[in-house]
């Protein structure tokens, strides 16, 4: 089925995209939860009159992405944990709290949108976990990990 996209949804497209899905995906969520519309004639020319606004929230999208990109690029997150002698934790660093420590900050992020490497970390030392941003916009955050005294 042939849809036009009402809301960025991620994996499958930005405000504005058409899209070839599944026909159960569309009739049973995305057109009742109002993320897309039907792809005809009508929605189609009310897409053209809308795809000038529709481009400006994209671009004004792509400019925080990039101001987020420049702010968390430049923090350092430290993280005092309990570890044994060879410098393993006794638990882990993970995406969860990687969120809840830059909420502390004042950055809102999802925690799915934070990419730890092997999904948690469990050694002592500097590390450096991904942010996905808007579109292909990365940012990389560093981890500082202390023991505990």
Same mark, same amino acid.
């Given at each position: 089925?042939?849809? @036009?996209?009402?809301?960025? @949804?991620? *994996?499958? %497209?930005?405000? %504005?995209?058409?899209k070839?899905?599944? !026909? %159960?995906?569309?009739? $049973?969520?995305?057109?009742?939860g109002? #993320?897309?519309?039907?792809?005809n ?6 897409? &053209? ?5 529709i =481009? ?13 990109k420049?702010?968390?690029? /430049? =923090? &350092?997150?430290?993280?005092? #944990?309990?570890?044994? &002698? !060879? ?7 993970n !995406?969860?709290?990687?969120?809840? =420590? ?5 950055? /809102? +992020?999802?925690?799915k949108? +934070? ?5 948690n970390?469990? #050694? ?5 976990? #991904?942010?996905?941003?808007? *579109? $292909?916009? =990365?940012? /990389?955050v ?8």
């Open positions: 089925m042939k849809i @036009i996209l009402n809301q960025d @949804i991620a *994996g499958l %497209g930005e405000e %504005g995209d058409v070839e899905v599944a !026909n %159960g995906y569309a009739r $049973n969520y995305l057109i009742p109002k #993320m897309a519309s039907h792809y004639k009508q929605n189609a020319l009310l897409l &053209e009159q809308r795809r000038a606004a =481009e400006k929230r994209k671009e004004e999208k792509r400019h925080e992405a990039m101001s987020l420049e702010k968390l690029e /430049s =923090e &350092e997150l430290l993280f005092t #944990m309990p570890a044994g &002698e !060879n410098g393993k934790l006794f638990g882990s660093v !995406n969860a709290l990687i969120a809840s =420590e830059l909420e502390k900050k004042g950055y /809102s +992020i999802e925690r949108r +934070i990419e730890v490497p092997d999904h970390i469990r #050694m002592l030392g500097n590390h450096t976990v #991904m942010i996905k941003l808007y *579109g $292909n916009e =990365e940012a /990389s560093r981890i500082i990990i202390e023991p505990a005294e």
